[in-house]
């Protein structure tokens, strides 16, 4: 077995071809993978070791004869999607899934680093959803992104954030309270959490993509059934902080 003219390890399983019966394993160590069959017909999977997305081949009828040697090559020709994610340039984690046909074909997370899947040449779309962020552009598809055999397309995308804290105070005591994020055009909810009575939590943080957002505050415990809400905008690489003042 070969993948791209070179010899790869390959794990191969042969089936009777009438009864579908799985008749022997066998693995190829990127040499010549040889087996006795029983004369008859067989149906042959073969699929690489290791990390590769490439598709397994399935080659139908294979006909064993007594007393002869069959041989049979099986090409995997491969090519490579490499992967970079950024947040306002800087490297950032993101998972990405490699689609074809609304079917997923790979995926990975890049952990702030270009990732690299092989995969067999064709046309597909690249899912990307930032990690750690919230906001309404939080996930990207690039469409179409060509992979050629023995080559490798490189695709990136840098998502734009900017990042609110959001404090709840009464006087100088610190209040627990629920923060809520919505996308002021479609009222959708980008993000929830909690203040807590805790310095390292209050006030909250929050990794937004850029664009305008509501934030409604509802008070716990002492303060349960106070209320704040406020109208904000972020621009890319922008870092505000809200202190809302409750009696």
Not at 42 to 53: C, E, M, R
Not at 191 to 198: G, L, N, P, Q, V
Request: glycine share 6%.
């Amino acid at each position: 077995a070969s993948k791209n003219g070179r010899p790869i390890d390959v794990v191969v399983r042969a089936f009777d071809s009438n009864t579908k019966e799985e008749t022997i394993v066998g693995r190829t160590y990127g040499d010549t993978l040889k087996v006795y069959l029983e004369p008859k017909r067989y149906d042959l999977l073969a699929k690489p070791v290791g990390s590769s997305s490439v598709n397994a081949i399935t080659i139908s009828n294979v006909q064993s004869l007594e007393e002869k040697i069959t041989h049979q090559d099986i090409k995997f020709d491969a090519g490579f999607i490499e992967i970079q994610v950024f947040n306002n340039r800087v490297p950032w984690d993101a998972s990405v899934r490699i689609m074809k046909h609304n079917k997923s074909i790979a995926t990975t997370r890049t952990y702030a680093k270009s990732r690299a899947l092989e995969i067999n040449p064709g046309t597909y779309n690249v899912l990307i959803k930032a990690l750690k962020v919230d906001g309404k552009a939080k996930d990207f598809i690039i469409e179409n992104v060509e992979v050629a055999v023995n080559k490798t397309r490189r695709v990136e995308h840098d998502f734009q954030t900017g990042t609110i804290k959001i404090g709840v105070r009464s006087g100088a005591e610190l209040v627990d309270a629920t923060i809520r994020i919505f996308d002021t055009s479609t009222g959708k909810s980008m993000a929830t959490s909690r203040t807590y009575k805790a310095e390292k939590s209050n006030p909250r943080a929050f990794i937004l993509t850029i664009g305008n957002y509501r934030a409604e505050i509802k008070a716990l415990g002492d303060y349960k059934g106070q209320k704040s809400a406020f109208d904000f905008s972020l621009r890319a690489g922008e870092s505000v902080e809200r202190i809302v003042k409750l009696k």
